[in-house]
């Protein structure tokens, strides 16, 4: 079927219920996922080398610096109930991106162990993409086609007819804001925001049993900043979603999260639900009110969101390599 000959794309369509949630789980799958915690990160840790670079000296002397370990992630344990909205929150270059990705399977930990659903990520890794969408700004997409089109796509890989996905990508994409007929437009034409609402989108689309949000409203203006938020809370009330958040906006993770965990150098620092952590911290700093979310973050890591900025592009370009080799065998964006 032709991915252009579809009905129109201004009809008014509200998908039954049968639709809500793609058929890759049976309702008996659904029901044996009560029985487990929806993620259990165990004493996971992951490395990268930085290779030596050349540095120029005053003198003129090229010498080249030794290659040195970072720990991205460092002895990271938690434990997210089924339904529950966590956030993680981290300055640039802490390893909340990492974690990510060692959770959708994309990186191999090298040391500990990560279950979604009790399914172990490295050995059980089909299982675990079946239950887990992951939506980052860093989004790949086909920018010749049009959202409903790349939209479409990614349906088919879940199982879901054209006909069955087109109802459903219209009503996300302008539940979240985009007009009807830039639905069919070329998806380069659109901005930035807009593309990071496609790929919110895309992860809506298959209404997953775990998703991976990280940082998911960089980009957006503050009324689509608002209008992903409500979508995040409704997939959770209504559809059983756990949802995994990393974040640098202290009102979204207020909003948002059940339980909030702090990562610092690649460790968790604190943890524990946004009130809990607010009255800590007020009762350690004496403040006669409970602390902001920020006061929680600068006592807890006694650094601003981009004193690391420098060091976490650095640290990027060394991870290059190996996440491009593991993502090439690893779930599709979005998927």
């Given amino acids: 079927m032709s991915l252009t000959s579809s009905p129109s794309l201004h009809e008014e369509t509200t998908p039954p219920e049968s639709l809500r949630r793609p058929g890759i789980l049976t309702s008996a799958e659904l029901a044996s996922l009560d029985g487990y915690d929806a993620l259990r990160v ?37 434990t997210i109930h089924r339904r529950e909205i966590f956030g993680v929150l981290g300055s640039n270059g802490s390893g909340k991106s990492t974690l990510i990705r060692l959770i959708s399977t994309l990186l191999l930990a090298d040391e500990g162990k990560i279950e979604v659903f009790g399914h172990d990520v490295e050995r ?17 997409f086909f920018r010749k086609l049009s959202p409903m089109e790349n939209l479409l796509y990614s349906a088919r890989l879940y199982g879901l007819t054209a006909r ?20 069919a437009q070329p998806l380069e034409n659109m901005s930035r925001g807009m593309q990071q609402k496609v790929a919110i989108a895309r992860a809506f689309l298959t209404a997953p049993i775990l998703l991976l949000l990280d940082e998911p409203t960089t980009g957006l203006d503050p009324r689509s900043k608002q209008d992903v938020q409500v979508f995040i809370r409704e997939l959770r009330d209504t559809h059983d979603a756990t949802i995994l958040l990393t974040t640098h906006d202290m009102d979204e993770a207020d909003a948002l999260c059940d339980q909030i965990a702090i990562i610092d150098g690649g460790r968790i620092v604190a943890q524990g639900t946004p009130e809990q952590l607010k009255l800590d911290v007020a009762a350690r700093l004496g403040l006669d009110h409970p602390a902001t979310l920020t006061e929680v973050f600068l006592s807890y ?35």
């Fill in 124 to 140: 059980e890794e089909r299982k675990v993409q079946r239950l887990i969408n992951r939506v980052s700004v860093e989004a790949a």
């Fill in 42 to 78: 165990m004493a996971v840790s992951k490395r990268f080398v930085k290779s030596g670079r050349p540095r120029w000296l005053t003198r003129g002397a090229n010498k080249r610096k030794s290659a040195k370990i970072v720990r991205a992630v460092d002895d990271v344990t938690l």
């Fill in 164 to 183: 069955q996905a087109r109802p459903m990508i219209v009503e996300i994409l302008t539940r979240l804001g985009i007009k009807r007929d830039r639905i």
């Fill in 301 to 335: 890591t006694g650094r601003d969101w981009e004193e690391d900025e420098a060091d976490d592009e650095e640290d990027n370009d060394d991870e290059t390599a190996e996440i491009d080799e593991n993502e090439a065998h690893g779930v599709q964006e979005g998927k």
